[in-house]
């Protein structure tokens, strides 16, 4: 306990030599604010904590900022990368992401755009489809570990070179391709 520092102000102090009763017990006005915004931020998403504090008014964040030119979810969106790109990020997202699974870059963007593989998935929905489960099976990048995955993953290289020697062609590495018209897809 003696070696125990506190901070006090400016400088540390050792335990034995803070005087509680010395202490400011004015409570702070916005100490509760700083607070909410501390834990919120932490990203915890089960803190019991949490439930102290009521959840914020998206609909008052959303519809009473009138001030911008855009709403929030565009802001976003384009900040993503989601709604509008040029022909330089295209190519650099291509090229950030070839190795596909094997590249943290590739499974982050893969989580961002709609890929032709879920169409299937999107256009045989039916009323009884759990859509928030569906929306967050796009959204979250799951590794999937079965028998034919791991199969094409120990057998693609030499699949590869076979493919090349029998068909006598170039074939390139490539990464996510986003489509230019619909960026959201790729």
């Known amino acids: 306990m003696e070696h125990l520092m506190l901070r006090s102000g400016d400088s540390l102090q050792r335990v034995l030599d803070l005087d509680p009763s010395l202490a400011d017990d004015t409570p702070d006005a916005e100490y509760e604010d700083l607070f909410r915004n501390v834990i919120i931020n932490m990203n915890v998403p089960e803190m019991s904590v949490l ?31 989601v709604t509008s790109i040029s022909d330089e990020q295209i190519h ?12 943290n870059q590739w499974r982050e963007k893969r989580t961002m755009r709609l890929h032709s ?14 859509f928030v489960k569906l929306a967050h099976s796009f959204t979250q990048y799951r590794h999937l570990n079965t028998e034919p995955i791991k199969h094409g993953e120990t ?3 030499t699949a ?27």
């Open 51 to 81: 439930t102290m504090s009521p959840p914020a008014n998206i609909y008052a964040v959303v519809h009473e900022h009138h001030y911008l030119e855009k709403d929030h979810e565009t802001y976003i969106l384009e900040h993503l990368q």
């Open 92 to 103: 650099t997202i291509e090229l950030e992401t070839r190795g596909q699974s094997t590249n």
């Open 117 to 130: 593989n879920n169409f299937g998935l999107i256009y045989t929905a039916i009323q009884t489809t759990n």
């Open 155 to 157: 057998n693609e290289g």
């Open 160 to 186: 590869f070179k076979e493919y090349i020697a029998n068909r006598n062609v170039v074939v390139r590495s490539n990464g996510i391709v986003v489509c230019r018209n619909v960026v959201s897809c790729s």
